[in-house]
């Protein structure tokens, strides 16, 4: 059987269709028990994230995994054709060092795909349905993911709004650990925000809200408290860390508020992060001595820069994706060799123990052991020998020259060299 990959992404399919082929993490198992029983496919792992869904998959008959899943998901396999692609054994193992290694995310070099990757291969080793193939393939994997990373630039660069922001907090107080932060909004990117803030440990995060309730189960999540949007006026004081993002269509942060804040925190600095558009801070704060007001775009040319600069990594990263894919299509190939290496060492193997157990016999009748050892070292060599040579002798014209090279480099002479002419 060989490797293929086949899959939806979000190079190749809208959100609307991804969603159709997701597999629930509490389905997996049971998903893959089905797709290897009763088809040609012997071995199987799934990987589904909001970006992708892909089946990894050591089968002759890729087609029987693509109407699978489309029978899965109960979506007819015309649907789903024009976004689904199939990738032979070669490529398959290059999409998946790839992916492994962040060059087929959305944000170039992001490392939670490899910790996907990681989830995949214990869901399929818990399902059964990673062999020997597709376990080495996965090791393989990771191992190139990790090079990439360790060797190259592709994850050093910060690529998120989200990073950008504590990226700059960053640039006037050393460690997020010693500020209080104070989020104001609970939507999607207030999120994103929440968790890297959050990582930081800061003594203390808040999340402001008009809803009071929608601020809580955040702010729960986060290990923070919650507030409601109207007492920020009077608690801003107590902040270092002031990040907005609402769909307020009015400045929710005005110049006075800041000013009254300032006086009352004795001129100790204040970032502000505001990226709401409309803008949820007046711009004028910008110009206070203390306020550090960074806006969307300041974060924007962040993002770009890290972008770029990730871009500069991927031909390095590629260069070693390639080397790798070769290194695991050789070791393929060689396990072909397997059963025939078997099938030697086997015949010769039982040469061995005939010949042994003839020289046995006659030490146990007492005859000379010089003569016995002579004895078993001819027996051995003619009997190893009398293959090859018999083929060579019976084979005639170009089969036989072919036959002399080849054995010249198996055993490693040249028959010409023991010519007598």
Same mark, same amino acid.
Do not use: C, W
């Given at each position: 059987?060989?490797? #293929?990959?086949?899959?939806?992404?979000?190079?190749?399919?809208?959100?609307?269709?991804?969603?159709?082929?997701? #597999?629930?993490?509490?389905?997996?198992?049971?998903?893959?028990n089905q797709l290897v029983s009763g088809r040609p496919v012997g071995e199987a792992a799934i990987l589904s994230t909001c970006n992708r869904t892909e089946l990894y998959c050591a089968t002759n008959d890729p087609q029987a995994a693509a109407d699978w899943l489309a029978e899965y998901h109960r979506l007819p396999l015309?649907?789903?054709?024009?976004?689904?692609?199939? =990738?032979?054994? +070669? $490529?398959?193992?290059?999409?998946? #060092?790839?992916?492994?290694?962040?060059? $087929?995310s959305m944000v170039l070099g992001e490392p939670q795909i490899l910790g996907q990757m990681k989830q995949a291969a214990r869901a399929a080793e818990e399902a059964g349905t990673l062999g020997a193939l597709l376990h080495k393939l996965f090791q393989r994997t990771f191992a190139v993911a990790k090079e990439v990373r360790s060797s190259t630039a592709i994850g050093a660069n910060i690529v998120s709004m989200a990073a950008a922001a504590v990226h700059l907090t960053e640039r006037i107080f050393e460690r997020i650990s010693d500020q209080r932060v104070l989020l104001i909004g609970a939507g999607e990117m207030i999120e994103l925000l929440a968790a890297h803030f959050a990582a930081g440990k800061p003594k203390q995060i808040?999340?402001?809200?008009?809803?009071?309730? +929608?601020?809580?189960? =955040?702010?729960?999540?986060?290990?923070? $408290?919650?507030?409601?949007?109207?007492?920020?006026?009077? *608690? =801003?004081?107590?902040?270092?860390?002031?990040?907005a993002c609402?769909?307020?269509? *009015?400045?929710?942060?005005?110049?006075?508020?800041?000013?009254?804040?300032?006086?009352?925190? +004795?001129?100790?600095?204040?970032?502000?992060v505001d990226l709401a558009v409309p803008r949820d801070v007046e711009a004028e704060v910008a110009e206070l001595d203390d306020v550090f007001l960074y806006s969307l775009d300041d974060l924007a040319q962040i993002v770009e820069s890290g972008l770029q600069s990730r871009q500069a990594a991927v031909v390095e990263a590629e260069q070693i994706i390639d080397t790798r894919v070769d290194h695991f299509l050789h070791w393929i190939e060689s396990r072909d060799a397997v059963p025939t290496i078997r099938a030697l060492r086997d015949n010769a193997e039982r040469m061995r123990r005939h010949e042994v157990e003839r020289a046995v016999r006659h030490l146990a009748r007492g005859e000379d052991p010089q003569r016995v050892i002579e004895a078993l070292s001819?027996?051995?060599?003619?009997? #190893?020998?009398?293959?090859?040579?018999? *083929?060579?002798?019976?084979?005639?014209?170009?089969?036989?020259? $072919?036959?002399?090279?080849l054995l010249g480099r198996l055993f490693h002479f040249n028959a010409q060299d023991n010519s007598h002419e």
């Open positions: 059987m060989r490797l #293929f990959a086949l899959g939806i992404n979000h190079h190749t399919a809208p959100l609307a269709v991804r969603e159709q082929v997701v #597999f629930q993490p509490e389905r997996v198992n049971e998903a893959l015309q649907s789903i054709s024009p976004h689904l692609y199939t =990738l032979p054994q +070669r $490529d398959a193992v290059r999409h998946m #060092f790839r992916v492994a290694s962040g060059l $087929d808040t999340v402001a809200n008009r809803t009071l309730e +929608r601020g809580r189960v =955040l702010a729960q999540r986060i290990g923070g $408290d919650a507030i409601k949007l109207d007492e920020v006026a009077g *608690l =801003l004081p107590s902040y270092d860390i002031v990040v609402t769909a307020s269509p *009015l400045p929710i942060i005005g110049l006075g508020m800041v000013e009254r804040a300032i006086r009352a925190r +004795r001129r100790r600095p204040m970032v502000m001819h027996g051995l060599t003619n009997k #190893f020998m009398h293959g090859p040579t018999h *083929l060579l002798s019976s084979a005639e014209g170009e089969a036989r020259n $072919d036959l002399a090279s």
